[in-house]
């Protein structure tokens, strides 16, 4: 029987996941009770993708036992309104991998397209790394970090680039950042460690404009 809507799942106990978890129906809702994902899957994998308005997930720890994601533990993908992601860890990637489109290793990241309304709230990053031994020309040789979010307007310059009239919208609050960083001794030069040295708590790129709570 298919998923409907707005349905609740609560789990509690350790659940292993192997592949990417695609979130298709509104309104999905994980609420954890002692609860912890543990990834299994190989490097074109993730723990959630989320492809549908109103998700939202609670008190769950996301491990990825020290393997590499491919991007990110949860991506909230283009246009997508009101998810929330509260009271959750998320620890243990170890980005490995050189020379892939998918060496950068984030908590969670944002599409830079139309996300509205997003909340992460009482969030633990930690333990979050990548070896920084990829060389190859076109590589991420290291990003990574707590939260991604991104502008599409820095690739204006793109043949296919178009106006960006649908900004990203949301709040991030009372989250903590730890054990983050890219391994700098696998011997590229300084100018490449300058552009590809990037560990981030929240990695704002682009044109971002901040409210911060007064």
Avoid: W
């Amino acid at each position: 029987m298919a998923q409907p809507e707005n349905t609740t799942f609560k789990f509690s106990g350790r659940y292993k996941v192997s592949s990417t978890l695609n979130v298709l129906k509104l309104g999905t809702k994980i609420i954890g009770d002692d609860l912890v994902f543990e990834f299994s899957g190989d490097f074109d994998s993730k723990f959630i993708s989320v492809e549908a308005d109103n998700f939202s997930v609670h008190g769950a720890t996301f491990d990825a036992m020290d393997k590499q994601l491919k991007d990110c533990f949860i991506h909230l993908t283009d246009n997508i309104k009101n998810p929330s992601i509260t009271d959750c860890i998320f620890k243990n990637a170890l980005g490995i991998k050189a020379g892939t489109s998918n060496d950068q290793q984030y908590g969670v990241m944002i599409s830079p397209y139309g996300v509205s309304n997003f909340l992460i709230d009482q969030c633990l990053f930690s333990n979050i790394k990548n070896d920084n031994t990829g060389t190859q020309a076109g590589s991420l040789k290291g990003f990574c970090g707590g939260i991604y979010i991104s502008d599409p307007r820095v690739d204006a310059a793109h043949p296919n680039a178009k106006v960006q009239t649908d900004f990203v919208t949301g709040n991030i609050s009372n989250c903590r950042f730890s054990d983050i960083m890219t391994k700098l001794d696998d011997g590229l030069s300084q100018s490449t460690y300058t552009s590809y040295n990037d560990a981030d708590g929240i990695r704002f790129y682009g044109e971002v404009k901040l409210k911060t709570a007064m």
